[in-house]
């Protein structure tokens, strides 16, 4: 069974940085479309960034220009660069395949205080 295993997040203040990691236990990683997303407390869950097997990557419009998406394919792994972060961004972080998701992980919180 797949397993997703997400760490790095914390406790930061407004303007600082984190960075997300997340482990893929399955195969063919280097082929598939990864994706990061986050709930905060109260709201649904929602896509924050994705990055496709040839490296092309997207943003949500609410993190573009401060959150950097990218992947190791030689260890299975996608990471997530969060700079000049903004209390609004206080919530659970899970990683998942982009468009063809498994089984959610536990997550990483990342609080955000002002």
């Known amino acids: 069974q797949v ?3 997400e760490s790095g997040g914390g406790s930061v203040q407004a303007g600082g940085s984190l960075r997300l990691s997340c482990v893929d236990s399955g195969i063919i990683f280097s082929l598939r479309s ?3 997303y986050r709930q905060a407390p109260g709201k649904q869950r929602e896509l924050v960034a994705n990055i496709a ?6 943003y949500a419009d609410s993190v573009k220009g401060r959150f950097t998406i ?3 394919n030689a260890r299975n792994t996608v990471y997530l660069q969060m700079n000049s972060l903004k209390t609004e961004d206080t919530a659970v972080y899970y ?3 982009h468009l063809h998701p498994v089984s959610w992980g536990q997550g990483t919180q990342v609080t955000v205080s002002s």
């Open 3 to 5: 397993q997703l295993v």
């Open 34 to 36: 990864m994706a990061w």
């Open 53 to 58: 097997p040839s490296g092309n990557t997207s």
């Open 70 to 72: 990218s992947r190791d």
């Open 95 to 97: 990683c998942n395949r």
